[in-house]
């Protein structure tokens, strides 16, 4: 969907802010066993520390590997839904299990297990929130500033003129 690099930073500033915030919110309530007020400020206090690792890494590593993998089973003249879907899929297929070793190594008590752990818990909301919740509404907002900074374009060259 992004045009260009900046386009492309700033959708994965999205997309990494609110699928790492998301995911968060669920590792606290799956450790406190509750879901409270404090489970969302809680997890405001790893932000800091895993929104930079995963834009990071989504915007120089797992996206262009994703995209790759995406096209192995995709033609660029399928519909673009699916395209978009098969790219979503591949990112979550990639950085669920990193970004789940990154947080066991960071957060708990680093095992293989714990890892597996972490990955298999974590897999299934990672993929529903990349496709059906995180995934539309960031594009929804990307979509939206993109009409907003054309419209925006349009009046400044129609002033000028």
Sequence with gaps: MPQNKLQDVVF???MA???????????????????????????????????????VLELFVVGRIARKLAFSVMRPDDRPQLITYAISICITCIMCPVMSLIATLLFKEPSFGMWIKAWAMNFPMALGLQLFYCGPLVRLVFRSML???????????????
């Excluded at 609110?18 to 809680?42: H, K, R």
């Design 147 to 161: 009409k907003v900074k054309r419209w925006a374009f349009s009046l400044t060259v129609a002033k000028a003129a």
């Design 17 to 55: 802010t609110l699928m790492v915030y998301c995911m968060v919110v669920y590792n606290v309530a799956l450790n406190t066993g509750d879901v409270t007020a404090m489970t969302f400020v809680a997890a405001l206090h790893e932000l800091p520390i895993m929104v930079p690792i995963a834009f």
């Design 12 to 14: 994965t500033a999205m």
